[in-house]
């Protein structure tokens, strides 16, 4: 990595990095290609879905799939099945500790989510100790911040939550001048997120699932960038490295 400014802020994605949801997503997708005779999603398309917005996954998808759906169509099958299992959901290994171990060193923290918040509040509802730590600083997909169309890989999500923290912080004169993005640390699964990161110029650790990375192995380099780094889970941070 290069040389890196002080961590003086910490952003989010959720699905697949706080809480095992894409495990969910990846279920439904998979029973709804059973049922066209299709095979199962490869991780290669899974790549380039993980962390886009629902509509814009939902229509990279049937370029690939060509079932006999609209984008619009397959979101609502697919939103409909998996609201019952979202309530399944589960921490990810280390995303418990670190939240809290930010929250204790009064490190700011917000989430940015693809999810649109009707989902979001279903799939955290049971989960409200770990996700009240974020405060008021939660942005999901359908927020009216974001511009319309300008989801992950877009830089505009990161953005808007940093901004949510920096309105905040400097309200209430706890900083003094605004943190950069240069100065905030993302904590990303998804490819599209970690190039939205990268585009607002954010640092980058990157948690991909290991099937992912093995598709993508070759250029896994190249989509973290000079200045991000691979875990293969939270619990792996270097917290010392990034001062927190």
């Known amino acids: ?12 994605d959720m699905d697949g990095l706080l809480i095992n949801s894409e495990e969910i997503y990846t279920e439904t997708t998979n029973s709804i290609l059973a049922e066209h005779g299709k095979p199962s999603l490869p991780w290669h398309i899974k790549a380039d879905l993980q962390g886009r917005p629902g509509p814009a996954a939902s229509a990279k998808f049937l370029e690939w ?42 490190i700011p923290i917000a989430l940015a989510t693809s999810s649109h918040s009707k989902n979001y ?7 409200q100790e770990m996700f009240e730590l974020f405060g008021p600083h939660k942005v999901t997909g359908d927020d009216e911040r974001i511009p319309k169309g300008r ?25 003094d001048t605004p943190i950069k993005p240069e100065e905030t640390l993302v904590f990303e699964d998804g490819i599209p997120g970690v190039e939205g990161a990268k585009a607002a110029g954010c640092q980058v650790i990157w ?15 190249e989509i973290i960038g000079t200045n991000g780094e691979i875990l293969g889970s939270l619990e792996e941070i270097d917290y010392e490295k990034y001062g927190l």
């Open 1 to 12: 990595m290069t040389s890196r400014p002080k961590i003086r802020a910490c952003l989010f």
């Open 65 to 106: 799939s060509q079932l006999p759906y609209t984008p619009e169509e397959l979101f609502k099958i697919t939103s409909a099945r998996q609201e019952s299992k979202w309530k399944e959901t589960k921490p990810m290994p280390g995303a418990v500790a670190l939240l809290n171990r930010l929250v204790e060193k009064k």
């Open 121 to 127: 509040f279903l799939k955290t509802a049971h989960l």
């Open 151 to 175: 989801g992950k890989p877009a830089p505009d999500i990161w953005l808007v939550a940093l901004k949510s923290l920096n309105d905040e912080l400097l309200k209430s004169g706890d900083i």
């Open 207 to 221: 948690v991909p699932d290991p099937r992912i990375l093995e598709v993508v192995d070759e250029k896994k380099e």
